[in-house]
């Protein structure tokens, strides 16, 4: 079981570009989200989603996309990188969106 | 919206002390909190959690207490460790439309002295 992984580690992105986050899981969970960690600040909720083609927005959603096809995979993309989405991006999936489990994380620079 | 406080931000204690962190939360319809526990370079993991039925939940060293009507919840850790040091973070979760949305404290860094 190799839980949930988050593919890249680390990534630098000039402003305007865009990208995706790649989220995985191997529990079989319905539940994933996607959360952002910045410096001094808990973590705060982007999207989640509670199904294949099933999503719903979070605290911060603007400037972030997210679909699902597949139990398994819950990518976040990037359409247009600004400087205020510097942060550690956490994926998160839970059988019943109360107990959670993260992966490791992705550390997005945007100069 | 929710807004969770946590108190205090950095805490130092000497090892086999215990150590206590504080919540409070705004929103009276949340109704279920957990507490992570995140080291250097990883995911926050879940240590413990409580729900709004419940006033008190332990585990082995680790135990939770919930004052619904006071809105606080406090993570009590005995007899600490030094691989005990890490950062905490506590959340409120309540039921909107699909599952349980979270919003986090912003965390406590626990330092234990060997």
Redesign the interface.
Known sequence: NAG?TQTPKFQVLKTGQSMTLQCAQDMNHE?MSWYRQDP??????IH?S?GAG?T?Q??VPNGYNVSRSTTEDFPLRLLSAAPSQTSVY?C?S?Y??????????TRLTVT | GENVEQHPSTLSVQEGDSAVIKCTYSDSASNYFPWYKQELGKGPQLIIDIRSNVGEKKDQRIAVTLNKTAKHFSLHITETQPEDSAVYFCAAGKWKNYGQNFVFGPGTRLSVLP
């Open positions: 949930v539940y001094g600040m808990g973590l705060r909720l989640y509670v099933i719903d979070g605290e956490f998160a839970s019943d969106s109360y107990e959670q489990y993260f992966g490791p994380g």
